[in-house]
């Protein structure tokens, strides 16, 4: 039997996470170790007993095994949140293809050791008597300050630690000094900072009406019995936070804890709110607009059991709750979930599987969800609850869908069509209110007809080439290269090129058509500062301004009940994005933007701007009709090969060196094609990425498909190996990204 030795932490912290030792695992103790097990191991030159988390378990030594210590036992009943965590780690390093060291870094982001904002007291210990013999002794030794601090402490025997160090001018030493000498105490009260503690008491929701009540239920009988992650599909203003709110309860009052996902910073604002107003105190957040002490704070706090509940993008999904009973994940399916960093993980896919280790549950929501999770609804993998009907009985907004190839043929070039410029006119005079959304998502570098509506497409990826400064239009997938185009090659039309127009410059029009309106701007630029997005949103929210105007991130999960107009921008932008979701990306964003109009007793209006008006994208999110866009695009992914239907692998390479990367990138598709053998794998690329440098690294990437995911997993493990043994490959950072299916 070959010997077995692990690699084991001693010190969760972040400066010390890549610092690992490896010792042998006794036989006795082989079946009962694997990543995430506590253990008890000798360390130091003094072999003192402490306890270590083991991150591997291997059958190769990496020192003379007579220097080699040996595990002395696993810690029973030792399943605390860092092993549960670490086991976490073990499973994104194997599933996302990155290394332990990067996976633990993720799931432990924060100091286990951060300490909350400290406040001192300085207390006198020593009586009269001998406070009279030291005061004696330090005048002959002509210590000033220590004289100072004694007769402070005689006159008052508590004093704050700021009127010490700051008044008094006392030093750390010297306090340090008395301490030692029995003087006084140094007494250190942690307080952790609270973000959400002035937004609890506010109005509470109403009681679930009887389709929530039936989707509450329905998901309770599923928790026990197969206790599968739970899809509720409810059209926009459904209810889905009364309804987790429901679910939420329940785990709480069995003493367990809640992590609360959303995708944007801009979400915060309402969903606290919320939040707060049902649980208070017990409601916590984390973004990343926060310090990162206070970040620091919050999941100390969650780990001291003092607060239940976590709100928070992506990197909340690592809480540090020891009995988490529920992770409920709100707008599935935004791309936010899905990390552009090492490991690559999907936090949907993350969360189910933390859930499992935890013996959780995973409810999630949209009215537009991934086609990836509703293809787990179809395979079985996850539970479908469908919501209908909006909360209250309100009705769906109504839609006008604006053909910009028609408003150019009568001489409008305005941004703005005919029809949504008398519907805004209309608002104004009603005093209601008119969101505006520019859909930005993949507006760079697509070339398009403004008199037609033809994009210039790759005729072997049907994604949208990209214009470069060569003169020449990419594909990113493939690199297939054709001469920049003049004129519409469907109709003719000179009016081809990119798509120019901004926020700012939208905002401007808005104020010359409208000069008496109050417009609000939402995007990257006035959400710069830490608590923006709560102004412009709460400002918006009381009244103070007419129009708002932004990107995507003012059309996801807000609920202003007096806006009854919302404008679609350039709706079809994101169609041409170089990617296989384009339209999924599209229908999503437009149906999301329809849901904002409406929400209150007023009837909405929404007008999509688009000149592809047919395209089943545009059609389906105007009817608000998921089902049959979701036959559609299912139909397109299986035609294509593209995931659910087939599994995906990108591989991402960077470099300083373009020459030398493309080299890489070639010798990495030279050696899938000669390890594929006879299996049903397809090869594309290697092809520059969709924005080919960032901060002077060249970005390429390699597309491997095929049926299944044993297959991509297999040839990725073993490109890994073919990586680390050649060296021409240390100077190009390379990242695994798995799209797969359920």
């Not at 000179?494 to 127009?501: E, K, L, Q, S, T």
Request: charged share 25%; hydrophobic share 35%; aromatic share 8%.
């Amino acid at each position: 039997m070959s010997s077995v030795y692990a690699d084991v932490i001693v010190d969760i912290t972040n400066e010390k996470l890549d610092r690992t030792f490896q010792y042998k695992v006794p036989p006795e103790l082989t079946g009962e170790i694997s990543p995430g097990t506590a253990v008890q191991i000798p360390f130091g030159n003094g072999n003192r007993t402490i306890t270590g988390y083991v991150l591997s378990v291997g059958n190769e030594p990496k020192y003379p095994q007579d220097r080699m210590k040996a595990i002395l036992a696993v810690q029973k009943d030792a399943a605390t949140v860092e092993t549960k965590l670490i086991a976490l780690a073990a499973w994104m390093r194997h599933t996302y293809g990155s290394t332990m060291i990067q996976a633990l870094k993720t799931v432990l982001p924060v100091k286990v050791k951060a300490r909350g904002k400290e406040t001192r007291e300085i207390a006198l210990l020593a009586d009269p008597a001998r406070c009279e013999e030291l005061l004696e002794n330090y005048r002959k030794k002509n210590y000033k300050a220590r004289i100072r601090l004694l007769n402070a402490l005689l006159a008052q025997p508590v004093l704050p630690g700021p009127v010490v160090s700051k008044k008094l001018k006392i030093t750390a030493d010297t306090l340090h000094v008395m301490e030692e000498q029995g003087v006084l105490e140094i007494r250190r009260t942690s307080t952790w900072r609270n973000p959400v503690s002035d937004a609890a008491g506010r109005t509470t929701a109403g009681k679930p009406n009887e389709q929530q009540q039936a989707v509450v239920d329905g998901i309770r009988k599923e928790w026990e019995g197969q206790n599968r992650p739970c899809l509720i599909r409810g059209v926009t203003g459904s209810g889905k936070t009364l309804v987790y709110m429901e679910l939420m309860e329940r785990v709480l009052s069995e003493g367990k804890q809640v992590i609360v996902l959303i995708p944007e910073i801009a979400l915060t604002y309402q969903n606290v709110e919320r939040f707060c107003a049902r649980f208070g105190t017990r409601v916590t957040v984390v973004n990343s607009r926060m310090t990162p002490s206070e970040r620091a704070d919050q999941m100390e706090r969650a780990r001291r059991g003092e607060v239940s509940i976590m709100i928070g993008p992506r990197s909340a999904l690592f809480a540090p709750f020891p009995d988490l009973g529920l992770i409920v994940i709100d707008e599935e399916h935004e791309t936010s979930y899905k990390s552009e960093v090492t490991p690559r993980y999907h936090a949907r896919e993350t969360a189910v599987r933390r859930a499992g280790l935890e013996h959780a549950h995973v409810v999630m929501g949209s009215a537009t969800p991934s086609v990836d999770a509703s293809y787990a609804c179809e395979t079985g993998a996850y539970a479908l609850f469908r919501m209908d009907a909006r909360y209250g009985n309100a009705a769906l907004p109504s839609v006008w869908i604006a053909d910009m190839r028609e408003e150019l043929q009568m001489g409008n070039r305005s941004i703005l069509s005919g029809k949504l410029r008398e519907e805004i006119e209309k608002r104004l005079e009603k005093k209601e209110q008119v969101v505006l959304f520019l859909n930005r998502r993949g507006y760079a570098g697509f070339v398009s007809c403004r008199a037609c509506g033809h994009v210039m497409k790759c005729p072997h990826c049907d994604v949208s080439l990209t214009a470069h400064n060569n003169g020449k239009l990419v594909c990113h997938y493939c690199g297939y290269e054709t001469p920049q185009v003049h004129a519409c090659p469907s109709c003719g039309s000179p009016y081809i090129g990119g798509f120019r127009a901004g926020t700012q410059q939208i905002e401007q029009n808005v104020k010359k058509l409208f000069p008496k309106a109050r417009v609000l701007r939402m995007d990257g630029d006035t959400t710069k500062t830490k608590n923006s997005y709560e102004e412009i949103l709460s400002s918006f929210a009381a009244g103070k301004a007419d129009i708002l105007i932004g990107t995507q991130m003012i059309v996801k999960g807000h609920d202003f009940p007096n806006v009854t107009l919302v404008g679609a921008l350039a709706a079809d932008l994101s169609l041409n994005a170089v990617d296989y979701r384009a339209g999924e990306r599209t229908f999503q964003l437009l149906t999301q933007a329809v849901g904002r109009a409406g929400r209150g007793e007023k009837p909405g209006m929404a007008v999509i701007q688009t000149y592809h008006p047919e395209h089943y994208s545009i059609q389906t999110a105007a009817e608000q009709d998921y089902g049959t866009f979701y036959e559609k695009e299912m139909d397109y992914r299986r035609l294509m090969g593209y995931p659910p239907a087939a599994e995906l692998l990108a591989i991402h390479g960077a470099g300083e060196d373009e020459a030398h990367l493309t080299q890489a990138m070639e010798y990495i598709r030279r050696y899938l094609i000669r390890i594929r053998g006879n299996r049903e794998v397809q090869i594309i690329g290697p092809a520059s990425e969709a924005v080919s440098k960032i901060n002077d690294l060249y970005r390429m990437a390699v597309y491997v498909r095929a049926p299944q995911e044993e297959v991509l997993a297999g040839l990725r493990e073993k490109l890994e190996r073919y990586i680390e043994i050649n060296k021409g490959f240390r100077t190009v950072y390379l990242q695994f990204d798995f799209s797969r299916k359920y």
